[in-house]
């Protein structure tokens, strides 16, 4: 699949290695951001963020890009994971911090929910933040999820088709 998911405010396509830059790499080593990753308390230079680059086959593990659609900036990321087939995991990350708690971050993750809804006609996404990450934690609530599991770090928010609140439109643009 080689598709861009956009609307007016934010464009959504599979992330490229070529993405993998010195400013991408500042945002992955960004000590409010890099607290809140998988890789936290890690380092990251090219050699680590090629190597979680090269675990996404953009079948059942996909890697996407967020871009601000007018400045034609990289802003973060997102991911999913098929669980089943009606079934995903969908995690997301803002690198530039001038970017987190803005309309950007509800923007790409309301598209880009709507567009898996649609295109995969999935019934259930999950995602799992750190519960101190507020901002995660208020874009996934904002857009519908209902927390269904805590422990002593981490929210579990899950999304079901029948409980979406909301329809986006959107714009999709196959490559090939």
């Not at 000590?31 to 680590?48: E, G, P």
Request: hydrophobic share 35%; glycine share 4%.
């Amino acid at each position: 699949m080689n598709v861009e998911i956009f609307n007016n405010i934010v464009e959504i396509k599979i992330f490229k290695k070529k993405f993998i830059n010195k400013k991408f790499i500042s945002y992955l080593n960004d000590k409010n951001i890099n607290k809140f990753l998988s890789v936290r308390r890690k380092k990251q230079n090219q050699q680590t963020a090629i190597k979680y680059f090269n675990q996404f086959d953009n079948k059942k593990k996909f890697y996407f890009a967020i871009f601000d659609k007018k400045k034609r900036k990289l802003i973060g990321t997102i991911t999913l994971r098929k669980i089943s087939k009606k079934s995903f995991a969908v995690g997301f990350m803002i690198g530039n911090s001038k970017y987190i708690g803005t309309q950007y971050s509800n923007q790409a993750i309301n598209i880009y929910l709507c567009f898996i809804f649609d295109y995969y006609e999935a019934y259930t996404i999950i995602a799992g933040t750190n519960k101190y990450n507020l901002s995660s934690n208020f874009c996934l609530i904002k857009n519908g999820f209902k927390i269904f599991k805590k422990t002593k770090k981490y929210f579990y928010f899950k999304l079901n088709k029948k409980n979406l609140n909301f329809t986006t439109k959107y714009k999709i643009k196959k490559n090939d």
